[in-house]
């Protein structure tokens, strides 16, 4: 037997495959007809869940904003910010030497040098906080996911999926329906 989450994962990948190349997206009240039309697909969209009060979710807005007011990043963000400016202090003296008419290959040299330790920061420092934000969201999203499921059924809107911008602007077929504002009214009401 298939686990509910597996089956509600299987449901969102075919909703994104069949519904995704071309629809209208409506917020719920409109007048436009997917606004009015009762087959149109509801959905959440996540990163409005991310705002903060009001409008966010209680619980993602909390971790989101937690996790910018985070200073675990601090040393390796000031380390970049150093790594920048000596980047941009040899290229501006392999600059000057080209106007000179010289070649100045030791500044060039240490320039690519510092951009590869930069680019290699950078890519540590992303990792980590991709690391962190997934450890901070996830479970926040599956209790989204959850709840999402139980204002399905107290409301009788049916299923309602939780997609992200990018998946909103891949032009769905099927008419969508934003309740984002309906559900976080509602989830946000909930002890």
Known sequence: ???????????????LT???????LAQAGDTAPAAQNP???????LEQLMKPLPTGHKDLAAAVQELEQEQEFA???????????EVRAELNAV??????????????????????RLADTQEEVGRLFTSRQSAKYNPVIQEIDRELQRY?????????FLITAGELSAQPEAPLLDVTGQFVAWAN???
């Open 75 to 85: 040393p390796q963000i000031a380390r970049m910010q150093v790594l920048e400016g």
């Open 39 to 45: 087959a149109a697909v509801r959905v959440v969209i």
């Open 1 to 15: 037997m298939i686990a509910r989450a597996t089956l509600r994962q299987l449901s969102a990948a075919l909703f």
């Open 189 to 191: 009401a909930q002890p």
């Open 95 to 116: 600059a000057l030497a080209e106007e000179a008419g010289k070649d100045d290959l030791a500044a060039r040299n240490r320039a690519q040098t510092l951009s590869r």
């Open 152 to 160: 399905a059924a107290t409301t009788g809107t049916g299923e309602v």
């Open 18 to 24: 069949l519904c995704l190349p071309g629809a209208v």
